[in-house]
């Protein structure tokens, strides 16, 4: 069994992006924690962001795409399930007008400059007035309250330059 190390990253489930200390076996991560260096986090994590090690491991992780045929999840290759999608997509415009399919752009797609390119093509080929991110679904507080605080939407503005103590 290899040794146990530990290696410095940050949290990709979220924009707080909270500094992590990994524990890996070989490549299997064994643990996540808080990094109490972190300049921002300071050690604190979400139970989302402790649990990515077991997201990441788990049996039922999709990684590869898969379609409902018959009742049952198949996989399928990417041409196949984009084909599907596009003419699922089609169907819902068709019958429900453009604002019946709308984009969202996770927070991985923030540390994805090609997603957020493919996002860009998808909305002039299907040009629709709803676009989401999780900025606007889950954390549409922070800018809010960075902005009234601070002045700049821009998060942990005070915690970053001190700006916010001689208020």
């Known amino acids: 069994m290899p040794a146990v190390r530990t290696v410095r990253s940050y949290c990709r489930t979220c924009l707080a992006a909270c500094g992590v200390l990994i524990d890996l076996e070989g490549d299997r991560i064994v643990r996540v924690k808080g990094d109490p260096d ?9 139970p989302k962001g402790r649990a990515m090690g077991e997201l990441q491991q788990h049996p039922e992780r999709l990684d590869d795409p898969m379609l409902r045929r018959d009742g049952k999840l198949v996989g399928v ?13 089609a169907a819902i ?32 080929a299907l040009p629709m007035p709803s676009t989401y991110s999780a900025m606007t679904i889950d954390t549409p507080c922070l800018p809010l309250v960075s902005s009234l605080m601070s002045g ?5 503005r005070c915690s970053i330059s001190k700006t916010c103590d001689s208020r």
């Open 77 to 89: 290759d990417w041409n196949e399930m984009m084909e599907e999608l596009t003419g699922k997509c």
């Open 152 to 156: 700049s939407m821009l998060p942990n």
């Open 93 to 124: 415009r068709e019958q429900h007008g453009p604002a019946a399919v709308g984009l969202y752009l996770g927070t991985g797609g923030g540390y994805d400059s090609l997603g957020l390119f493919v996002l860009r093509s998808m909305q002039r």
């Open 38 to 46: 972190h300049p921002l986090s300071r050690g604190y994590t979400c």
